[in-house]
């Protein structure tokens, strides 16, 4: 789907007019492609106080082949080329005096940073905080990184890492995501890690090699674009979706190397079957993406109990019967799977005329955070990921205004494309992802709803 | 009439399972599709399901009942086409109505016989792109006007042409010896054998109702893919009733006992149909299911010109030699699936089993070989629900036989009856 007004903003006579006009102009966004290193320039890595995690950057950096760059002062010279990424370890905040020194390393280098770069700020949750003031000074992060996501402009993102006393071995996966062309459309996020046994670095280009992944609602828009991804990662997919949907399933399932199972995951023996399924064929699953949705919109005063029954049944009861039942299926659900459920940015900002819709979202949002520690326990993880304005065949048939302003209010100033969304949730099925779990990543470019 | 037992055979080939494309009434969904892009899309459906992409399989073999001659080599176009791998052999072969059984006999002999490993059996039609011909006069002008090298000798075989020559010839449903549509001999065994209209209508309805039924409890969500918009058999009439089949007239035999409508007769019908085989160990290196195996299977033939023979009834004779040759009685079997050409066709074979006369004087045999438990008959529908596209029946038939045996555990059997134009049957043994 073509974004024709970034287009535009991009061309020799667009920029004149749209500079002219003073018009948003919305970036070409760095996505990856594979074979594409980390970044495309150097990082600098800094920290305010004490930080125990910059030397752990600094070396993930390098094993990745990028240059690191000291900070500079404001007034310092300058250190060869533009960086790429800037990265601020907090972990050594004890009050909000020591905020200025964040300022002091950020402002300067979030100055020099080109295009689709990358500011990542590592810090300790606020909750485990030691005094108030220490709580206060790491929450100010908050504030500060979206606020610095929405200054940044050129496609470059802010995102927030909470990495708990403890969980310092599960930061390389997220530090790699939120740099690299994966996290695209994820800016201005606030998410945590854990504490988790992470796996020997995997093949980094083929993350996925030998798994089996299910992907539900894979027969057309974000979940073919997830199916696509997942392949290329390596996976093994199945790929799901209703009978009627069937031919363009097994277009996609052809095209990836992959299976198509014609199932409605809300049939009554839904959860039997794709055990079976997976049993007979596959000898279980490693990632399961529970991405099929639908939408019935009314206003609550209109909205009839099909409308609302069909949206609760697709969206959330199916994700939580076939999860439970992979649960008590001896052996189908690998120990380390993953587990990934597709919300909404409707289902945490609300959405008129999408009372039902919203209600689902929502609702997988907590089913995610509930069901984390149990899938900790067997090495697994259960997350979450939002889409914000995704342009699909869906969006596409949207009225021309409500479109444009939907794709719009958010800081990267375009819609994301499906495969943004895919990207998110293969870096979560990784097996290096085991310290991200109970989260809802949204993936909206800092959307102005619900924000 | 004493068979001779059956050499246990090396190995028995399994089936894996099925792919068709919904069957459409002619002239509908598909009006514009040919054969190679129903067959193709079908073996394309089945790659998906099984993960076949780029496998080289032992053979696919498939035929077409109508052909253009454009389809000399439909198969293996059909395969250069898919997503198997190109170098996947495949042939064509063609038994009118058998078609379909025939080639998974074939694969699955090959499979038996250790010749190859695995192979696709599948058969396709269409009767709304049928072949039309030009008449023979027409066709030995154009030759002419081909060979001719001059100008003059163009105009001379041009001036040949006569407006009677233009009419085209379209291929009819119609027996080449006797000129007699197929409805029409059916309709000559029915009064033979005395089939009432009520209960030729009441076996459409339990077609049309099974079938339903199946399609609503997910049974053929991995046996059908969807093609060109259609999901499910546009023919299928779930609220069909003994009722409203009895207020349409008979189109076949003619005056007071003609019992034969549109209801109980399958239509013409556009489709193609796929059975993944293979052998057992193929089977578990490639972590796919046995659904069944397949056992055992006979042809025959009757004279149904000069002998005094129904056209269909081929069937019945095929049905005792195959029982015997292995040792079973009619009704050992868990299901039963007789080809749904004409509701008349499955009454008239069913009730010359049961009778002592016709078992002793025209199949040999000591005793009859019985009636059948009805409740094991077509129980997911048959041909009068999802129609008859003539080479695509047989696949459809083993595909969704071999599901249920599974469904219903080890150990169980089936079998399978299809009668064929020319006067032909095919019968097949299944057991899971
Ligand atoms: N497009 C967006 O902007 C956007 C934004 C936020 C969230 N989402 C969510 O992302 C997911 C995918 O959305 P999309 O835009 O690709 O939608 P889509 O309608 O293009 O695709 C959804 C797929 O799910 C399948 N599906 C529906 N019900 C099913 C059932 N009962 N069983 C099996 N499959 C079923 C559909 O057949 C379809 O192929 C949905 O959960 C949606 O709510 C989309």
């Given at each position: 789907?073509?974004?024709?007004?970034?287009?535009f903003?991009?061309?020799?006579?667009?920029?004149?007019?749209?500079?002219?006009?003073?018009?948003?102009r919305?970036?070409?966004?760095?996505?990856?492609?594979p074979?594409?290193?980390?970044?495309?320039?150097?990082?600098?890595?800094?920290?305010?106080?004490e930080?125990?995690l910059?030397?752990?950057?600094?070396?993930?950096?390098?094993?990745?082949?990028?240059?690191?760059?000291?900070?500079?002062?404001?007034?310092?010279?300058?250190d060869?080329?533009?960086?790429?990424?800037?990265?601020?370890?907090?972990?050594?905040?004890?009050?909000?005096?020591?905020?200025?020194s964040?300022?002091?390393f950020?402002?300067p280098?979030?100055?020099?940073?080109?295009?689709?770069?990358r500011?990542?700020?590592?810090?300790?949750?606020?909750s485990?905080?030691?005094?108030?003031?220490?709580?206060?000074?790491r929450?100010?992060?908050?504030?500060?990184?979206?606020?610095?996501a929405?200054?940044?402009?050129?496609?470059?993102t802010?995102?927030?890492?909470?990495v708990?006393?403890?969980?310092?071995?599960?930061?390389?996966?997220?530090?790699?995501?939120?740099l690299?062309?994966?996290?695209?459309?994820?800016?201005?996020?606030?998410?945590?890690v854990?504490a988790?046994?992470?796996?020997?670095?995997?093949?980094?280009e083929?993350?996925?090699?030998?798994?089996?992944?299910v992907?539900?609602?894979?027969?057309?828009g974000?979940?073919?674009?997830?199916?696509?991804?997942?392949?290329?990662?390596?996976?093994?997919?199945v790929?799901?979706?209703?009978?009627?949907?069937?031919?363009?399933?097994?277009?996609?399932?052809?095209?990836i190397g992959?299976?198509?199972?014609?199932?409605d995951?809300t049939?009554?023996?839904?959860?039997?079957r794709l055990?079976?399924?997976?049993?007979?064929?596959?000898?279980?699953?490693?990632?399961?993406v529970?991405?099929?949705?639908?939408?019935?919109?009314?206003?609550?005063?209109n909205?009839?109990?099909?409308?609302?029954?069909?949206?609760?049944?697709?969206?959330?009861?199916?994700?939580?019967?076939?999860?439970?039942?992979l649960?008590?299926?001896?052996?189908?659900?690998?120990?380390?799977?993953?587990?990934?459920?597709?919300?909404?940015?409707?289902?945490?900002?609300?959405?008129?005329?999408?009372?039902?819709?919203a209600?689902?979202?929502?609702?997988?949002?907590?089913?995610?955070?509930?069901?984390?520690p149990?899938?900790?326990?067997?090495g697994?993880?259960?997350?979450?990921v939002?889409?914000?304005?995704?342009?699909?065949?869906m969006?596409?048939?949207?009225?021309?205004g409500?479109?444009?302003?939907?794709?719009?209010?958010?800081?990267?100033?375009?819609g994301?494309l499906?495969?943004?969304v895919?990207?998110?949730?293969?870096?979560?099925?990784?097996?290096?992802?085991?310290g991200?779990n109970?989260?809802t990543?949204?993936?909206c470019?800092?959307?102005?709803?619900?924000? | 009439?004493?068979?001779?037992?059956?050499?246990t055979?090396?190995r028995?080939?399994?089936?894996?399972?099925?792919?068709?494309?919904p069957?459409?009434?002619?002239?509908?969904?598909y009006?514009?599709?040919?054969?190679?892009?129903?067959?193709?899309?079908?073996?394309?459906?089945?790659?998906?399901?099984?993960?076949?992409?780029?496998?080289q399989?032992?053979?696919?073999?498939?035929?077409?009942?109508?052909?253009?001659a454009?389809?000399?080599n439909?198969?293996?176009?059909?395969?250069?086409?898919?997503r198997?791998?190109?170098?996947?052999?495949?042939?064509?072969?063609?038994?009118?109505?058998?078609?379909?059984?025939?080639?998974?006999?074939?694969?699955?002999?090959?499979?038996?016989?250790?010749?190859?490993?695995?192979?696709?059996?599948g058969?396709?039609?269409?009767?709304?792109?049928?072949?039309?011909?030009?008449?023979?006069?027409l066709?030995r002008?154009?030759?002419?006007?081909?060979?001719?090298?001059?100008?003059?000798?163009?105009?001379?075989?041009?001036?040949?042409?006569r407006?009677?020559?233009?009419?085209?010839?379209?291929?009819?449903?119609?027996?080449p010896?006797?000129?007699l549509?197929?409805?029409?001999?059916?309709?000559?065994?029915?009064?033979?054998?005395?089939?009432?209209?009520?209960e030729?209508?009441?076996l459409?309805?339990?077609?049309?109702?099974?079938?339903?039924a199946?399609?609503?409890?997910?049974?053929?969500?991995?046996l059908?893919?969807?093609?060109?918009?259609?999901?499910?058999?546009?023919?299928?009439?779930?609220?069909?009733?003994?009722?409203?089949?009895?207020?349409?007239?008979?189109?076949?035999?003619?005056?007071?006992?003609?019992t034969?409508?549109?209801?109980?007769?399958?239509?013409?019908?556009?489709?193609?149909?796929?059975?993944?085989?293979?052998?057992?160990?193929?089977?578990?290196?490639?972590?796919?299911?046995?659904?069944?195996?397949?056992?055992?299977?006979?042809t025959?033939?009757?004279d149904?010109?000069?002998?005094?023979?129904?056209?269909?009834?081929?069937?019945?004779?095929?049905?005792?030699?195959?029982?015997?040759?292995?040792?079973?009685?009619?009704?050992?079997?868990d299901f039963?699936?007789?080809?749904?050409?004409?509701?008349?066709?499955?009454?008239?074979?069913?009730?010359?089993?049961?009778?002592?006369?016709?078992?002793?004087?025209?199949?040999?045999?000591?005793?009859?070989?019985?009636s059948?438990?009805?409740?094991?008959l077509?129980?997911?529908?048959?041909?009068?629900?999802?129609?008859?596209?003539?080479a695509?029946?047989?696949?459809?038939?083993?595909?969704?036989?071999?599901?249920?045996?599974?469904?219903?555990?080890?150990g169980?059997?089936?079998?399978?009856?299809v009668?064929a134009?020319?006067?032909?049957?095919v019968?097949?043994?299944?057991?899971?």
């Amino acid at each position: 789907m073509s974004d024709w007004y970034r287009d535009f903003a991009n061309s020799g006579f667009g920029t004149t007019i749209t500079r002219n006009l003073g018009l948003p102009r919305p970036a070409v966004l760095r996505r990856y492609e594979p074979g594409q290193p980390l970044l495309p320039g150097p990082a600098v890595v800094g920290s305010a106080g004490e930080g125990r995690l910059r030397d752990a950057v600094t070396e993930l950096l390098r094993a990745e082949g990028v240059h690191v760059q000291s900070p500079v002062t404001a007034d310092g010279a300058t250190d060869g080329e533009k960086p790429a990424a800037v990265i601020l370890d907090a972990t050594g905040l004890r009050t909000p005096a020591d905020l200025a020194s964040a300022h002091d390393f950020l402002s300067p280098a979030v100055k020099r940073l080109r295009a689709t770069g990358r500011v990542l700020i590592l810090a300790d949750p606020p909750s485990d905080a030691a005094s108030p003031a220490q709580a206060a000074a790491r929450q100010a992060l908050d504030g500060l990184v979206r606020s610095i996501a929405k200054e940044l402009r050129n496609g470059s993102t802010a995102n927030l890492v909470h990495v708990p006393e403890g969980a310092e071995g599960s930061i390389a996966s997220p530090v790699r995501f939120f740099l690299s062309g994966r996290s695209a459309y994820v800016d201005g996020q606030v998410m945590s890690v854990a504490a988790a046994d992470i796996p020997a670095a995997a093949d980094d280009e083929r993350p996925l090699a030998g798994k089996v992944a299910v992907v539900t609602g894979a027969a057309r828009g974000i979940g073919a674009a997830i199916a696509k991804v997942m392949a290329r990662d390596g996976a093994h997919v199945v790929a799901v979706d209703i009978p009627a949907a069937g031919d363009t399933l097994a277009e996609v399932a052809n095209e990836i190397g992959g299976t198509a199972l014609q199932l409605d995951i809300t049939a009554d023996d839904a959860p039997q079957r794709l055990i079976e399924h997976l049993r007979e064929r596959h000898g279980g699953a490693d990632v399961v993406v529970h991405n099929a949705g639908i939408t019935r919109d009314k206003l609550l005063v209109n909205m009839d109990a099909a409308r609302w029954n069909s949206v609760m049944a697709v969206n959330l009861q199916a994700q939580l019967d076939i999860t439970q039942a992979l649960l008590d299926a001896e052996g189908v659900l690998k120990p380390d799977a993953r587990v990934v459920c597709v919300s909404s940015q409707s289902g945490i900002a609300g959405n008129r005329g999408q009372t039902n819709y919203a209600a689902s979202k929502a609702g997988v949002i907590g089913m995610v955070r509930a069901w984390a520690p149990t899938f900790a326990e067997r090495g697994a993880t259960i997350n979450a990921v939002a889409p914000g304005f995704i342009v699909t065949e869906m969006t596409a048939k949207m009225p021309f205004g409500t479109r444009e302003v939907g794709s719009r209010i958010n800081s990267l100033q375009q819609g994301g494309l499906p495969v943004d969304v895919a990207e998110t949730i293969a870096w979560l099925s990784q097996p290096g992802s085991a310290g991200v779990n109970g989260q809802t990543v949204r993936v909206c470019g800092q959307s102005m709803l619900g924000a | 009439m004493a068979a001779p037992t059956r050499p246990t055979p090396a190995r028995r080939a399994a089936i894996v399972g099925g792919n068709r494309i919904p069957f459409a009434r002619s002239n509908s969904a598909y009006a514009q599709a040919s054969n190679q892009d129903m067959l193709t899309a079908t073996i394309d459906g089945l790659v998906a399901r099984f993960g076949l992409q780029g496998k080289q399989l032992g053979e696919v073999v498939a035929g077409a009942v109508l052909k253009h001659a454009r389809d000399f080599n439909l198969t293996r176009e059909s395969v250069l086409g898919s997503r198997l791998s190109a170098t996947t052999p495949a042939y064509d072969v063609q038994q009118a109505c058998g078609t379909g059984l025939e080639a998974a006999i074939l694969v699955a002999n090959k499979i038996a016989l250790g010749q190859i490993e695995s192979g696709i059996a599948g058969g396709v039609d269409t009767t709304s792109d049928a072949p039309l011909a030009v008449s023979d006069d027409l066709r030995r002008v154009l030759i002419g006007l081909n060979n001719a090298k001059t100008v003059q000798d163009r105009l001379k075989a041009l001036g040949r042409i006569r407006p009677g020559m233009i009419a085209p010839e379209i291929p009819r449903n119609a027996e080449p010896r006797t000129g007699l549509a197929m409805g029409e001999h059916a309709a000559i065994t029915a009064k033979e054998w005395q089939i009432g209209r009520e209960e030729q209508d009441e076996l459409a309805v339990a077609s049309h109702r099974n079938m339903a039924a199946a399609y609503d409890r997910g049974f053929f969500d991995d046996l059908v893919t969807p093609f060109l918009g259609l999901s499910r058999d546009n023919n299928l009439r779930p609220e069909s009733s003994v009722e409203k089949l009895a207020t349409l007239k008979p189109v076949f035999g003619r005056g007071e006992g003609a019992t034969m409508t549109a209801g109980n007769s399958t239509p013409l019908t556009d489709g193609a149909s796929t059975v993944l085989l293979g052998s057992d160990e193929w089977a578990a290196e490639n972590g796919l299911p046995v659904l069944a195996h397949l056992v055992d299977a006979q042809t025959a033939a009757v004279d149904y010109v000069h002998g005094g023979e129904g056209l269909l009834m081929a069937p019945v004779y095929a049905m005792p030699v195959m029982l015997a040759r292995n040792g079973l009685s009619l009704q050992d079997f868990d299901f039963y699936e007789i080809h749904e050409a004409f509701a008349s066709t499955v009454l008239s074979s069913l009730k010359a089993w049961e009778d002592e006369d016709f078992c002793k004087t025209r199949l040999g045999l000591d005793r009859p070989l019985g009636s059948i438990d009805r409740s094991k008959l077509n129980v997911n529908g048959s041909s009068l629900a999802a129609g008859h596209p003539f080479a695509a029946t047989g696949g459809r038939i083993v595909a969704q036989l071999a599901k249920q045996l599974h469904e219903a555990g080890p150990g169980k059997r089936g079998l399978i009856s299809v009668c064929a134009a020319g006067g032909q049957g095919v019968v097949a043994i299944l057991e899971s």
